[in-house]
C-alpha cells in the first residue's frame, strides 16, 4: 500500500451453475488465500456466485436468495480480511432484476453496482431476465445493510487515497461508450470489470486489446476477471481469462484453459501523476457518490517486473525498430535544419567517442535524406593532451568507412597559449584545465562552421544534460543538438543497431570498438598511451542515473519510491548494493539541480522519446530552484548497516 502500490488480483474459481453455497466456498477460499498473499483487491467474475450461465433460472426466487444468502457468507468471511473483494450476483430490486456487483471490506458491504449495458445479440440474451442499471443513485437494503445502489458509484481508500475504484460489468467494456470513461473522470484510478465472457477463436486476443487500450486511454489500472471452469457448456465455453493492464501495459494475464489467478501490484500514484501532467484529461464527477472504506497501510511486497532499462525494449525485434525510428527521428529533424539555414556543410566534433560517433551517423543520413553526397559533413578532429591513439584512429576509419570529409585540428598549442592568458598553470589539472580545452573545441568548431557555410552539430547526449556533464559554452552549445532526446544507455544500442546492419566490415569492427571505449571527454593527460578520465567513475553508472532520470521526469516520484523502485529494477545485481544505488541517486539529486542553467539555454534538437530537457519544450524549470526538500527526503530513506 506504501507508495501507491496496490497488490490486486483476478480470480475465476470453479463454480457449480446454481449452486451458491458451493460457489461461495469456493470464493472464500480463494478470497483468504489472496489476502494471505498480501492482495488488498479481489475481483471476482460476473455472477461468481451462481453461475453465468442459469438463463431463466435467474428469475425464480429460490436462486435469488441463494445468492443473497452465499453473499452473506462472504461478507461473513471477510470480517477478518483486509481486502476489497467484489463478487457478481443477480439483485431485485423495486421488483426488477439487475445484474450486480457487490463490493464489500472488512464484513461491511460498501455498495452495489449495476450492469449498464446488456448484450442481446449472438449467444446472449440478459435483456430476456435483466434491467439496465441507471447512473441514479439509491439506497437498498441488502444483507441487513443499507447500501448505495446504482452505476455512479465509487470507492476511495482513506489510508490510500491515490486508490479509487471504479466497477463495470463485462459487456460495459465492450460498449461505444464504457462506464469506466466517466468512473476515471471522476477520480477512480482502478476499474474492475466482473466478466463472463465465452471463448471463441480469435477473442483473446480482442479482449486482451480491449482491457490494454482502455487502461491507457483512461490512465488507469484495469482488473478483468472472466468465468472459467464450471460454467455450463450447453452453447458456451468460458476460459476463465483474467487480465491486468496499467495504462495501457499489459502487467500480467492467465492462459485461457489454464485455470489459476492473475496478481500483480498496481501504482496508484503513477495514474494520479499520469493525469496531473496531462491536461486533456479533465476531472468530472458530477452525479458520483464516493463511498470510503478502510484497509491498513502496510508495505507491499514489489513482484511486478521493474524495468531497469527503462528508455530500452528488451524484445530483439522491437529494439531494432525503435532504433531505426530514432535514427530517422533524428535525422529529418538535422535535414530540416539543414535545409532551412540552407547549410553548406554539417559540422561535427569527432572524438571517436559514442556520442561523437552517433551524431556523425545520424548526419550521414540526414544528407542522404536531402540528397546530398556525405562529403557535405565535415568531421573535425581535435586531438590534446588526453587524446589517445585508439580514439584518434578510430575516429579517422570512421569518417573513411562513411566518406565524409575530414580534418584534424591540433587544439594545443591555442590551448597553451590560452592558458598563458588567464594564468592557468598547466600542472593543476582542476575545471579550468579541462573546461579550457572544451571551449577552445567549440571556438574552431564554430569557426570552421562560419568558414564552410554551415552548421555545428552537437554530440551531448541527454543524460549527460540531466548531470550537467558538459562544458558551458563548451560541449554545451551547438547550432543543433542530435542527442539531445537520447539518454547515454539508448546511444549504446543506437550505435549497436548501425554496426549490425554496417555495409562493410571495416565499419562494422570500428563501431563495436567504439562501443567497446570507456566513455570519456578525455580532457586529463593520458596514462601510457590510455583513457585516464573515466565519466562513469565521476559521475556513477549511466544506466543507474538513466533509470532516476525516468522517473523523476516521467511520474515525478520522489526520492523514497525512486529508491525502493532501483533496489527492485537492480536486485541480484552485486554492484548495485543499497549503499550504492543510494550514492549515486543523491549524485543526480545534487547534479540535477545543480546544473539547470545549463538547460535554461539549450539549442535546438530533436524530441525522441517520452522524457526530454529542452526548456521550450517538455521541462520548465528554474536554474536557481533548491535541491533541500528532495535531500532531505533523501535523509529520511533507512540503510542497512
Known amino acids: 500500500m506504501k507508495d501507491g502500490f496496490l497488490k490486486a488480483a483476478a480470480l475465476s474459481p470453479s463454480l457449480r451453475v446454481a449452486d451458491c453455497n458451493y460457489n461461495a466456498s469456493q470464493i472464500v477460499s480463494q478470497l483468504q488465500d489472496a489476502a494471505a498473499r498480501g492482495v488488498r483487491l ?19 426466487r429460490t436462486l435469488q436468495q441463494g445468492a443473497l444468502d452465499a453473499l452473506q457468507t462472504v461478507l461473513d468471511a471477510s470480517r477478518e480480511l483486509d481486502v476489497v473483494a467484489l463478487v457478481g450476483l443477480p439483485l431485485l430490486v423495486r421488483g426488477k432484476l439487475y445484474n450486480c456487483a457487490a463490493v464489500l471490506c472488512g464484513g461491511r458491504l460498501l455498495g452495489l453496482v449495476p450492469k449498464t449495458y446488456l448484450p442481446n445479440y449472438g449467444e446472449f440474451y440478459e435483456k430476456r431476465q435483466f434491467t439496465p442499471g441507471s447512473t441514479e443513485v439509491e439506497n437498498v437494503t441488502v444483507c441487513g ?30 460498449s461505444a461508450l464504457p462506464p469506466s470513461t466517466f468512473h476515471t473522470l471522476a477520480g477512480a484510478t482502478v476499474i474492475a470489470n466482473l466478466s463472463a465472457s465465452d471463448e471463441t477463436v480469435g477473442k483473446a486476443e480482442y479482449r486482451r486489446a480491449l482491457v490494454s487500450n482502455q487502461s491507457a486511454r483512461l490512465l488507469c489500472g484495469y482488473l478483468y476477471a472472466s468465468a472459467g471452469h464450471g460454467e455450463s457448456t450447453q452453447d458456451m465455453v468460458f476460459a476463465g481469462h483474467d487480465l491486468i493492464a496499467e495504462n495501457g501495459t499489459l502487467l500480467t494475464e492467465t492462459s485461457p484453459f489454464e485455470g489459476g489467478w492473475a496478481e500483480t501490484e498496481l501504482d496508484c500514484q503513477r ?16 452525479g458520483y457518490l464516493t463511498v470510503d472504506f478502510d484497509l491498513a497501510l502496510t508495505e507491499t511486497k514489489l513482484s511486478r517486473w521493474v524495468d531497469p532499462t527503462p528508455f530500452i525494449p528488451h524484445d530483439e525485434r ?74 584518434r584512429s578510430n575516429a579517422e576509419i570512421l569518417c573513411d568507412e562513411l566518406a565524409v570529409s575530414f580534418t584534424e585540428i591540433d587544439i594545443a598549442n591555442t590551448v597553451h597559449s590560452h592558458f598563458k592568458d588567464i594564468g592557468q598553470d598547466e600542472s593543476v589539472l582542476d575545471v ?28 551531448g547526449d541527454l543524460s549527460e544534460l540531466a548531470l550537467g556533464w558538459a562544458t558551458y559554452n563548451g560541449d554545451h552549445m551547438s547550432m543543433y543538438g542530435v542527442n539531445a532526446g537520447v539518454p547515454k544507455t539508448l ?60 522517473y523523476v521526469l516521467r511520474f515525478g516520484f520522489g526520492p523514497s519510491k525512486i529508491f525502493r523502485l532501483a533496489k527492485a529494477a537492480f536486485a541480484g545485481r552485486a554492484e548495485y548494493p543499497d549503499e550504492v544505488l543510494y550514492k549515486w541517486l ?12 545549463k538547460r535554461s539555454c539549450l539549442p535546438d534538437g530533436p524530441k525522441v522519446g517520452s522524457v526530454t530537457l529542452s526548456p521550450r519544450g517538455d521541462w520548465r524549470m528554474p536554474s536557481d530552484a533548491a535541491a533541500a526538500l528532495w535531500l532531505a527526503e533523501l535523509e529520511q530513506i533507512p540503510l542497512k548497516g
Open 42 to 60: 479481489a475481483v471476482f467474475p460476473e455472477f461468481c456466485l451462481t453461475g453465468y450461465t442459469c438463463g431463466d433460472l435467474f428469475l425464480q
Open 145 to 174: 445493510q443499507e447500501v448505495p445502489f446504482g452505476t455512479s458509484l465509487l470507492f476511495r481508500c482513506r489510508q490510500m487515497p491515490s486508490f479509487v475504484l471504479g466497477v463495470e460489468i463485462c459487456e460495459d467494456l465492450w
Open 271 to 286: 495514474m494520479e501523476s499520469e493525469r496531473a501532467r496531462n491536461t486533456s484529461f479533465e476531472p468530472s464527477a458530477e
Open 318 to 391: 522491437r529494439r531494432a525498430e525503435r532504433c531505426e525510428l530514432i535514427l530517422k527521428m533524428q535525422a529529418d529533424g538535422l535535414a530540416k535544419r539543414l535545409e532551412h539555414a540552407h547549410a553548406k556543410t554539417a559540422v561535427i566534433g569527432i572524438s571517436g567517442g559514442l556520442d561523437s560517433c552517433l551524431a556523425l551517423l545520424v548526419a550521414v543520413r540526414a544528407m542522404k535524406q536531402l540528397g546530398r553526397p556525405t562529403s557535405d559533413v565535415l568531421a573535425v578532429t581535435m586531438p590534446c593532451f588526453g587524446t589517445t591513439h585508439r580514439t
Open 432 to 459: 579550468t584545465f579541462e573546461n579550457g580545452q572544451a571551449r577552445v573545441r567549440t571556438l574552431e568548431l564554430m569557426d570552421t562552421a562560419n568558414r564552410t557555410g554551415g552548421l555545428v552539430v552537437g554530440t
Open 491 to 550: 546511444v549504446r544500442h543506437l550505435v549497436q543497431y548501425e554496426a549490425d546492419i554496417a555495409v562493410s566490415a571495416e565499419l562494422r569492427r570500428v563501431l563495436l570498438d567504439i562501443l567497446d571505449t570507456p566513455v570519456s571527454p578525455e580532457l586529463l593527460p593520458a596514462k601510457d598511451g590510455e583513457i585516464s578520465q573515466k565519466t562513469e567513475d565521476l559521475v556513477g553508472p549511466y544506466e543507474l542515473h538513466d533509470f532516476y532520470l525516468y
Open 586 to 597: 543523491r549524485n543526480f539529486y545534487w547534479r540535477f539541480f545543480a546544473q539547470q542553467f
